[in-house]
């Protein structure tokens, strides 16, 4: 098993920034991807940003030029850097982390329990 855990969410102004983490835990297991998703009230789960285990990232077009993804693959560790912050970017941030356990074949997903950010206007 494999566990997420989220945080560094929080309240900011707009125009602010803040910087969100993804730690991945458990014994024996290799990390293929991490990805940020985000789920606003009354609104779809949409994928924010990730990154592969080899660096390479994707973003939704919303958040170009303003969130950055990095990883730490050493600590299984995803950041999210987030500037510029508009109040539409308010939702709920869940990690979902897709990773092989030793014990059993094929890739799963596992998700986190999700960090608030509130952008206030």
């Known amino acids: 098993q494999v566990q997420v855990v989220e945080s560094g969410g929080g309240l900011v102004q707009a125009g602010g920034s803040l910087r969100l983490s993804c730690a991945a835990s458990?014994?024996?297991?290799?990390?293929?991807?991490m990805t940020w998703y985000r789920q606003a009230p009354g609104k779809q789960r949409e994928l924010v940003a990730i990154?592969?285990?080899?660096?390479?990232?994707t973003y939704v077009d919303s958040v170009k030029g303003r969130f950055t993804i990095s990883g730490d693959n050493a600590k299984n560790t995803a950041y999210l850097q987030m500037n510029t912050l508009k109040p539409e970017d308010t939702a709920v941030y869940y990690c979902?982390?897709?990773?092989?356990?030793?014990?059993?074949?094929?890739?799963?997903?596992?998700w986190g329990q999700g960090t608030q950010v509130t952008v206030s206007s």
């Open positions: 979902n982390v897709v990773a092989k356990t030793g014990g059993r074949l094929g890739w799963y997903n596992y």
């Open positions: 458990g014994s024996s297991f290799s990390v293929n991807t």
């Open positions: 990154i592969s285990s080899g660096g390479a990232t």
